[in-house]
């Protein structure tokens, strides 16, 4: 399989960027037990980070990221399809 990007967009509710987050992004595949594989994430500019990671296989999966910052944290997830 081939390597998957990710382009993870953060801002304040004022739209300023998000710099230097505490930030991780995992993809698995819902209801299947083939692992949860992390992908290596950088910051190609103020408040936008590029994830990569390789889904083994084709089908159904799930990407979940997780933000801390300042005193908060959020999870997002969502779906896509490898084909």
Known sequence: MKETAFQIFITELS????MSADLEL???MPDMF???FPAVIVESEPG???ATAV???QGLWQAEA???W???SVKVRT???VR
């Open 15 to 18: 739209e300023n960027p998000v």
């Open 26 to 28: 995992n993809i698995s």
């Open 34 to 36: 083939c692992g949860v």
């Open 48 to 50: 936008v980070y590029t």
């Open 55 to 57: 889904p083994v296989m």
């Open 66 to 68: 997780a933000l801390r």
């Open 70 to 72: 300042k005193d908060q």
């Open 79 to 81: 779906l896509f399809k």
